[in-house]
């Protein structure tokens, strides 16, 4: 058993270590490379993820969330041209799997709640979506803003419910932070004429700033794993 947990988190340290390294790559390259490290980045943690599962037959829904996360990448960082709307289909079914993991933590009535709370931001947001749009509004923003308020409405329960996993949560929080900015860059980009300073700053900041969330907000959602069966 000793040996076991050992060789555990030798593979757990080694993970970490190949994700710092992955994320220093995703700052300093370029092109064709760039792409290369960061989706390599991504394979590694539904990897690890995958192998912890495929050990404990537990968290299939972080795996699974993982698995989609993978593919939604293939469709925003690994094609060109970029395919937006099936990424954005395939980051909303991960965030359902998250979803899914929060709720199998909660008895009847909190889920209960959890359900009707969960379904009032999705609503309020594609409100104020199409309020703020107006006729801008396509099929991709009423998909993204779904998505995003499901991911925002997973972070606040993942640390109201009572067995919090402190990585998973903030795994969540980074992930919220990533979407944050390429959100801002598409709203600047393709729907409003935002001039600020401080966004500008976001949004060109002279490093990928977006990727530096991205990197440990994968990375901590595959070691939650790890922390739930240690």
């Not at 925003?76 to 937006?84: D, F, T």
């Not at 199998?104 to 909190?110: A, G, H």
Request: glycine share 2%; with cysteine; aromatic share 12%.
């Amino acid at each position: 058993m000793y040996i076991l947990k050992y060789k555990k988190i030798n593979f757990t340290f080694i993970f970490i270590l190949l994700e710092l390294i992955l994320g220093i790559l995703v700052q300093t390259t370029k092109g064709i490379v760039t792409t290369v490290v960061s989706y390599s980045a991504i394979i590694l943690a539904f990897l690890y993820s995958l192998i912890i599962f495929l050990k404990t037959k537990s968290n299939v829904n972080i795996t699974i969330g993982l698995a989609f996360t993978l593919l939604a990448d293939f469709f925003l960082v690994v094609l060109n041209p970029i395919k937006q709307l099936p990424a954005m289909l395939c980051f909303n079914v991960t965030q359902i799997m998250y979803f899914i993991k929060i709720l199998k933590d909660q008895n009847k009535k909190e889920q209960i709640i959890h359900l009707v709370i969960r379904c009032t931001i999705c609503l309020i947001s594609i409100i104020l979506t199409i309020l703020v749009l107006k006729e801008k509004t396509d099929l991709l923003t009423i998909v993204s803003i779904i998505y995003y308020a499901n991911l925002i409405t997973n972070i606040i329960f993942s640390f109201i419910k009572e067995n919090k996993n402190l990585l998973f949560s903030i795994g969540l929080i980074l992930f919220a932070c990533c979407d944050a900015i390429i959100g801002l860059s598409v709203l600047s980009d393709a729907y409003l004429n935002i001039n600020n300073a401080f966004i500008n700053f976001l949004l060109h900041p002279g490093f990928n700033l977006a990727w530096l969330f991205y990197v440990p907000s994968q990375t901590l959602l595959a070691l939650s794993t790890y922390h739930i069966t240690k």
